[in-house]
């Protein structure tokens, strides 16, 4: 069964550094998402990214984060200047179609980055 | 901005009894999803509803959706040690064609065998 691929499973860093996550979504999905969680909240949208530019953000996603498809499979977050608090586990997720029609679009996640931030 | 609230935040069952969680949204929803997320793992897509009214069966497990579409339930019948988790309801954002999902801040399920 297909499913969403994340590098590296934990990512230490100092603060003020630069970090990547990376993704590999399913193949024939087109709509790319990142989501964090800090440990024992719930699950927070950051953006979404379709036909290769954002579609939409939110106010946690602001000038410090950014993302690329750098090629056809990857799929990367990159936070500029870490703070502690950005320290979470990162979620990618993609799906066949966006939330917001009432066809099927489930959202399929990857098994997370947990990033540390000291 | 949307708000979607779930509760109860914690449930702890003995084996075998029934469990529900309840999710409400600030607005109306095109559809509401439901995700569990096993300790240490990732959410995973459990069901989707779509109509007002809906009610759809998994097994043990049966979602609604509200008639105005704005309230959803999780119900499992006999729970199992299996069905520790926390469960999500999510809901796509207020804008029409909204890309996020909002999701509520889930119930964590403990069953004591």
């Known amino acids: 069964e297909p499913e969403v691929t994340q590098t590296p499973s934990h990512q230490v860093t100092q603060m003020g550094q630069e970090v990547i996550l990376r993704c590999v979504p399913i193949s024939n999905h087109l709509y790319f998402y990142w989501y964090r969680q800090i440990l024992g909240q719930k699950v927070e949208f950051l953006v979404s990214f379709y036909n290769n530019e954002i579609s939409e953000k939110s106010e946690i996603f602001d000038d410090q984060f950014s993302v690329e498809r750098p090629d056809g499979s990857n799929f990367t977050l990159k936070i500029r200047s870490t703070k502690l608090e950005d320290s979470a586990m990162y979620f990618c997720?993609?799906?066949?179609?966006?939330?917001?029609?009432?066809?099927?679009?489930?959202?399929?996640f990857g098994p997370g980055t947990r990033l540390t931030v000291l | 901005g949307q708000q979607v609230m779930q509760i109860p935040q914690y449930q702890h069952v003995q084996e075998g009894e029934d469990f529900t969680t309840y999710c409400n949204s600030s607005?109306?929803?095109?559809?509401i999803q439901w995700y569990k997320q096993r300790p240490g793992g990732h959410p995973v897509f459990l069901i989707q509803?779509?109509?007002?009214?809906e009610v759809k069966k998994q097994k043990r497990l049966t979602f609604q959706f509200g008639e105005a579409k704005k309230n959803s339930s999780l119900h499992i019948t006999a729970t199992q040690t299996t069905d520790v988790g926390t469960y999500f309801c999510?809901?796509?954002?207020?804008?029409?064609?909204?890309?996020?999902?909002?999701f509520g801040k889930g119930t964590k399920l403990s069953v004591i065998p």
């Open positions: 607005t109306t929803l095109s559809n």
């Open positions: 999510a809901g796509p954002g207020s804008g029409a064609g909204s890309y996020q999902l909002t």
């Open positions: 509803l779509v109509k007002s009214g």
């Open positions: 997720a993609s799906s066949e179609a966006y939330p917001g029609r009432s066809s099927y679009n489930e959202q399929f």
